[in-house]
């Protein structure tokens, strides 16, 4: 989409009006043109990281709040207005050309958001020819991809079936629920991506919202893919209860899958939405797909030869079996095997039984009534890649037990739906069923993953790092790690209100991760001058933390917290402390410093400053490390001018 001179006069005004840097200013101009990130990152070689940290610098100036692509099109709506009004009292037409965000023929048609990259799609061929033909040939308005476990392929095939018939639409918009927008949140931005340049009048509630919507998807052939809808379902789907903020999205996908428009809604989940149950049939406009995980065969031909994997075909077998296929498992249990495990195949599966019993425990603690026999019965069979006869899982236990104990377990086991007995064989087999499965393997593939986050993050890779992590909580919603992780990446990425958000979640939990998070937040409430905050915050944790590494940053902050308040010997108190767990550390060092010289004692002052630099030296200490907070660089300079003063 092109802009023409008065516009781009107009967005220079508004521009110095809102105090845009130079480095601002101009992705601020190249996304209102269309432009994606990758693109104008390429343009102004920079990378996306800096790229979108400046659009977020533009959208706080602006006042613009949202998430994702509606913030643009926010901004787009804003922006538009204001010109309006700015041409009409210069007397000048409305609708000049200059401002038609709708002419770009391309731009109009093709929405994608935060879109993944599909350049490499493998497999899935007679799925995606079984979707096209429902929505191209046999004009389907809904239709749903499910597949319980995440990693399974969902999100890359609605991807890769957008790309290939998004000629056959008008228009095509591709959104990604994973951050849980409110209804309202998706609604206008939906609307405003397209009607464009069109007078927007849109209702305030959402059942107006809706029909606006649909009145726009009737008159015109839509492709609109939602993906990740399971975290906006109800929690519990027997209850139907959505979350008040997420009321409306029933009404939007019963409305969407009843009323007979002329567009298409392809949803991705891991739960079947309850308004579309029955709506769906083989031959009518609401359909559904299941997606299975790859078999050998499948894994021989699509996955390994781009992936470059190279699993002797008895091990790609029993990983296959143990994952159910799941190609993101696959492929994380490869990078282990090279990286971690340098390639020892038995090493890896030694420890992947370890892991998977630890999994298991985690999964039977919300049980009451699981005894020792039956924790041991599932973790024999987590392990086993196929069904077990009676006999044979009686010789796989730790401890000998009869037959008939064996049994009366396996019934209690039955009954609770925690294992499976297979009905077609001659004798006997047992495995875990469904649920159990899903939950190892789901916990296999977050707690992967956050580890691979977690040291993209010591890596300095915080775009790979928080990929990895969001992708963590999306298997394990309650891995407290990969919510501090994630949480120390946005910050990092100065994206503090996920940062903060993600760090609320970690703290809900007895672990250290909670309180390591607590002392993040209680830092940035130091930050932003709300120390009795954080030292209300910080306190508790204080009584029970053990960890020395925790410990020393909590006296740390607090010390912190009291100095803001001119409370100075409660802060050389909590100071102290912490130098005495750990006096490697510069930090303490400079804020006690700071006391010191409040308390007037200025020689003891500069002792304190000339021992943070020490410690703070740039061969035992990189300054561009991960960890590094940038409060470290702000007292590290008044440590060289009061040594400096002193020298002259």
Known sequence: MSIGQDFKEFLQFEADKHNLSKAEREPFVLALEGNDIAAIAEQLQVKDSAIRQRLSEVYQKFKIEGKGPVKLAKLRQLLLSQ?????????????????????????????????????????????????????????????????????????????????????????????????????????????????????????????????????????????????????????????????????????????????????????????????????????????????????????????????????????????????????????????????????????????????????????????????????????????????????????????AIDLSELDASLNVLLQQSLIVQEDNAITAKFTLSNRVKKYITNQFIAKSLNQIGHQQYLEGDFISAKFSLVWSLRFNPDLAAAHYNVGSTYEKLQELERACFHYGIAKQYKTRAADAAINNLARLEIINGNSATAIDLLLPSLERVQNALVKYSLHKNIGWAYLQQNEYTHAQDHLSKAIELDSSCPDAYYLLAQVQEALGDKKSALILWEKGLKNDSRDKKPKKAPWRVPELDVWQSQAYQHLNSVGK
């Not at 990286?339 to 992947?352: I, S, V």
């Not at 086993?384 to 236990?397: C, E, G, N, R, Y």
């Open 83 to 399: 010109y309006q009004k700015h041409q009409a009292q210069n007397n000048t037409s409305i609708s000049s050309p200059s401002i038609n965000f709708g002419e770009d023929h391309d731009y109009a048609r093709q929405d994608w958001g935060d879109a993944p990259d599909v350049t490499i799609f493998y497999g899935r061929t007679e799925e995606l020819a079984t979707l096209k033909q429902w929505i191209v040939k046999d004009k389907c308005r809904l239709v749903v991809i499910l597949g319980m476990i995440g990693g399974i392929g969902k999100n890359t095939l609605s991807m890769q079936l957008a790309k290939q018939i998004q000629n056959d639409f008008e228009c095509v918009i591709w959104r990604s629920l994973h951050y849980a927008p409110s209804i309202q949140e998706l609604l206008v931005d939906l609307l405003y991506s397209l009607l464009h340049q069109e007078e927007i009048n849109i209702p305030q509630d959402v059942s107006g919202q809706i029909s606006l919507l649909i009145k726009y998807l009737s008159q015109h052939r839509c492709l609109l893919v939602l993906n990740d809808v399971e975290t906006v379902l109800p929690s519990s789907q027997l209850a139907r209860h959505y979350p008040k903020e997420y009321e409306g999205y029933g009404e939007l996908l019963r409305r969407l899958g009843e009323s007979n428009h002329n567009s298409c809604l392809v949803l991705t989940s891991r739960e079947k939405p309850v308004e579309i149950a029955d709506l769906v049939g083989e031959i009518l406009p609401v359909r559904e797909l299941h997606l299975s995980g790859f078999h050998l065969e499948d894994a021989k031909n699509f996955i390994l030869p781009i992936k470059s994997f190279s699993f002797p075909d008895q091990i790609l077998f029993q990983l296959l079996e143990l994952y159910e296929g799941n190609p993101l498992a696959l492929e994380l249990a490869e990078k282990s095997i090279k990286k971690t495990f340098k390639g020892d195949w038995n090493n890896f599966l030694k420890r992947n039984e370890s892991l998977i019993k630890h999994i298991v425990k985690e999964f039977l603690e919300s049980f009451e009534k699981i005894y020792d026999l039956e924790e041991n019965i599932i973790e024999s069979l987590a392990v086993k890649t196929q069904a077990v006869s009676l006999a044979d899982l009686q010789a796989s236990l730790v401890f």
